[in-house]
């Protein structure tokens, strides 16, 4: 009991510490990956006016990503405080079950460790690699992180004091709530836990890891309906099949060969010839199969971030085979698993380093540099975006299409050519940056052109949040916050806006070819530098279409 509440309370102090620095500042604020702050907004937004994921929205991220932030938004609390507070409600839910799992497998320390760790995934203000640059973006990533830390340390390391019920929870919870946060980490992580327990013969502790998942669910599924499942799963095939995601950074190769991973993975592979030669047979087998999933995982992230590195170092000093001969292999047998696990410790160190600070140096900023992420959102405008950011929209073109001394160059070049709308070809330039100056520009010049109230647009681009900077437009049901291919909401829209430099150019091209494939009417009804909208009309009636070529 005494090791379980030293571990508690070293939970609770960094979730009091890292929650409260966050808390303490004059607004939330991120300079870092907006048009992914853009999407989760666009998500909490949504799901605060009770829309519900994957039956009035298209996305493949898991309700419970962004049902805590909606949930505190519901009591009146604007964006960025309720992110925080979502953050700190579920490290108080995480400390106490990793403190109970740490404290019956390790000392005083590696207790504490244990329980910290989550905390500190949870409360962080980066999306998880070592760039400084503060962000909320993928927080999701950072949540089933410690989820999984809880559930692989309960599977992998053997407790010195059993206690199945509760080993059964420190499985079967984070295992349900990885279901409806990001269905990759069950994927990669289920196996790994059901061979430790099946050769460790922990049937009991399987029953009861089964039964509370499966009981999580079922109320769940009480409470949003049985219709949520195929929606959610038919969201996650879009999600796989899109040609614009086939991944979000490095191949698979390059994750398992790049130099940020191959002396990590490396490290385990050994660790687990050294279990197997120190005794510990299934523990070494556990170590094989999570590697594979751990990979897996870090491939199907953004920024391909190997957030594992430093939390299973410290399992494996857990797992530490007993020297002096006791077992084939002996000595050398725990040196091995032991320089392994600082191997592992010392990779994972500068993304540990980048987590547990960044509630400080977000306190440092000025908040004089940022503006309101949202300038007209109210009360949400406590979300806010480095100013310079936010103001600096970088358009980048493509020179050898517009520059006479650089047309010898356009054949070797060898773009795609832009589709074109009403026989005019659309420009071949992208946007870089200012993603949330330019959509709240675009919105003031709409709503002043009088666009009619309630109006429902169709971006060709990669984001569809333009009605969360406008007055006038209303949220386009069945879309998709994120596009991931097909037109999703486009049989529920009014307009249709094509932006000249999109943020994504492949995503307007493809929604333009896509549009004319169908045979939407098109009238043009608005043409400004930035954008051209059209307003949508039946295929009878007279208009233009988009043509690509």
Not at 302 to 312: E, M, Q, T
Request: proline fraction near 7%; hydrophobic fraction near 50%; charged fraction near 15%.
């Amino acid at each position: 009991m005494a090791s379980r509440a030293k571990a508690t309370g070293a939970g609770l102090a960094v979730l009091v510490i890292l929650g409260g620095l966050a808390l303490l500042a004059d607004g939330l604020r991120v300079n870092r990956y907006e048009g992914d702050v853009i999407h989760l907004v666009e998500l909490a937004l949504r799901m605060e006016r009770g829309e519900r994921p994957h039956a009035d929205f298209m996305t493949p991220i898991g309700p419970l990503a962004i049902w805590p932030i909606a949930l505190a938004m519901s009591v009146g609390l604007g964006i960025g405080k309720a992110f925080v507070i979502a953050q700190i409600a579920l490290a108080l839910l995480c400390v106490p079950l990793a403190a109970g799992i740490g404290a019956r497998r390790f000392g005083g320390l590696g207790a504490a460790a244990f329980a910290a760790l989550p905390a500190v995934l949870i409360l962080s203000l980066v999306h998880g690699g070592t760039d400084p640059g503060l962000s909320i973006s993928m927080h999701y990533n950072r949540w089933a992180w410690a989820l999984g830390f809880i559930a692989l340390g309960t599977a992998l390391v053997p407790p010195i004091r059993r206690n199945a019920l509760g080993d059964g929870a420190g499985i079967g919870l984070p295992l349900a709530a990885l279901a409806l946060i990001k269905v990759t980490y069950v994927v990669g992580l289920l196996p790994a836990v059901l061979v430790l327990l099946a050769l460790r013969r922990d049937f009991g502790v399987m029953a009861i890891a089964a039964g509370l998942a499966i009981a999580c669910l079922g109320v769940f599924t009480l409470g949003v309906g049985a219709g949520f499942w195929p929606g959610y799963f038919g969201d996650l095939l879009d999600t796989a099949r899109s040609q614009t995601r086939a991944y979000p950074g490095l191949s698979l190769a390059q994750v398992l060969t790049g130099p940020a991973y191959l002396v990590g993975h490396v490290a385990m592979l050994a660790a687990v010839i050294c279990l197997r030669r120190g005794g510990r047979a299934v523990e070494g087998l556990g170590l094989l199969l999570m590697l594979g999933g751990l990979v897996y995982i870090t491939f199907q992230n953004f920024g391909n971030d190997p957030l594992w590195f430093a939390p299973v170092g410290l399992l494996l000093l857990g797992l530490l085979p007993a020297g002096g001969g006791a077992a084939k292999g002996g000595d050398a047998a725990r040196t091995g698993v032991l320089v392994a696990a600082l191997v592992l410790a010392g990779l994972g160190a500068p993304y540990l380093v980048n987590l547990a600070l960044s509630p400080v140096r977000h306190l440092a900023e000025d908040r004089a540099d940022y503006v309101p992420l949202l300038p007209r959102g109210g009360r949400h405008g406590d979300l806010l975006m480095e100013t310079e950011r936010a103001s600096r929209v970088n358009l980048l073109h493509a020179g050898e299409q517009g520059i006479a001394q650089l047309a010898a160059l356009r054949a070797r070049a060898d773009r795609s050519p832009p589709p074109s709308i009403g026989g005019t070809a659309l420009p071949s330039c992208s946007l870089e940056g200012g993603l949330a100056g330019w959509f709240d520009m675009v919105a003031r010049d709409l709503d002043t052109a009088a666009l009619p109230d309630g109006s429902r647009v169709v971006v060709a681009d990669l984001l569809e949040s333009l009605w969360m900077f406008s007055e006038r437009i209303a949220p386009l049901p069945g879309g998709a916050p994120w596009r991931y291919g097909g037109l999703p909401g486009v049989q529920n829209a009014t307009h249709f806006l094509v932006p000249l430099c999109p943020i994504d150019p492949g995503s307007r091209d493809e929604i333009v070819r896509l549009m004319a494939e169908e045979g939407h009417g098109l009238v043009p009804v608005r043409q400004t530098e930035l954008y051209t909208l059209y307003e949508i009309v039946p295929p009878n009636m007279p208009g233009i279409a988009a043509r690509s070529r």
